[in-house]
């Protein structure tokens, strides 16, 4: 898959739009739904994402925290037969343009014969623009248009703000049912103050991405990817109330591993919920919980097994 700024002039396609923060599973419906044109009319699969969020352009006080960076959307795209992630640039210009602007654009800049866009997608000045206006517009410019309806699960849309509300109370297991996938969090391993370590829990201190959502304070058990290796990890997210170092951290520990990971960059895959975070009154209190995590954590993995 190929990934372009503000592409020009591209073959003919099957055109996708969207946002798709978390490519959650109403967004898979929009990809799988572009496949399928694309596979029956032999044509590239194309997706026009955005890039920053509007919010952060046109509201930025209210511009919500991300369950994707860029590069998160682009690999979970990758596996649904994507072949040009192409990013549109975000300003105010893009926000004023009219409807027919935007529409104008997309046909000299991607050819679509076919546009797939979500039933709630809205463009253009004031998001006057929607799906029936691509469609009115597609009959004279030579394009097609499928608007997926929305994707209901549990009695409600499945949406990016109601999967960062289940993160953010730590409820792992219904947000990962709303994704469709593991929620991810990448970052570069820094050094730290290596309080870990000194309890025998050496622990990677993961940077955490601008801009990213992090899931409720407290102990997880997570997948750990770094390089080609995969390992059983539990992950602190929090302040470190018994320790105060007075910033959010994520503490990565790998079950049973002296690893030696600064500088480098590793994935975390949220599996489990295992703890709230908590103040101890004492260090060796603070030590025997990470003992009993450490535990927990090796029982979980156990029953995957």
């Not at 500088?263 to 975070?277: H, S």
Request: proline share 6%; net charge neutral; aromatic share 8%.
């Amino acid at each position: 898959m190929r990934i372009l700024r503000d592409p020009k002039a591209l073959q003919p396609c099957v055109l996708v739009l969207g946002m798709f923060d978390g490519v959650h599973r109403g967004h898979q419906a929009l990809l799988m739904a572009g496949l399928t044109l694309a596979e029956e009319n032999g044509l590239p699969l194309n997706v026009c994402t955005f890039e920053p969020h509007p919010m952060r352009v046109l509201r930025p006080e209210k511009a919500p925290p991300l369950l994707t960076t860029l590069t998160e959307r682009a690999r979970l795209m990758a596996d649904f037969g994507v072949d040009n992630l192409c990013i549109l640039s975000f300003s105010k210009e893009t926000a004023a343009q009219s409807p027919e602007d935007f529409m104008a654009a997309l046909v000299e800049n991607y050819q679509p014969k076919h546009v797939v866009c979500g039933f709630n997608f809205t463009f253009g000045h004031r998001g006057m623009g929607n799906g029936e206006s691509l469609r009115a517009y597609g009959q004279t410019h030579g394009f097609e248009v499928t608007i997926v309806p929305e994707v209901v699960l549990g009695g409600e849309s499945v949406s990016s703000t109601r999967i960062r509300g289940l993160l953010e109370k730590g409820s792992i297991h219904e947000a990962t049912r709303l994704l469709g996938h593991s929620y991810t969090l990448s970052g570069r391993v820094m050094d730290g103050k290596h309080i870990g370590r000194t309890m025998g829990y050496p622990t990677a201190n993961v940077a955490i991405p601008q801009g990213k959502v992090l899931p409720a304070f407290g102990v997880y058990a997570c997948w750990m990817q770094a390089g080609a290796c995969i390992y059983p990890a539990v992950v602190n997210v929090g302040r470190h109330p018994t320790l105060p170092e007075g910033s959010v951290t994520v503490e990565a520990y790998a079950l049973d591993q002296e690893l030696s990971l600064y500088g480098q960059k590793v994935r975390l895959l949220f599996l489990d919920f295992l703890r709230p975070e908590k103040k101890f009154d004492s260090v060796e209190q603070l030590k025997q919980q990470i003992n009993r995590d450490a535990q927990e954590a090796r029982d979980y993995f156990d029953e995957l097994v």
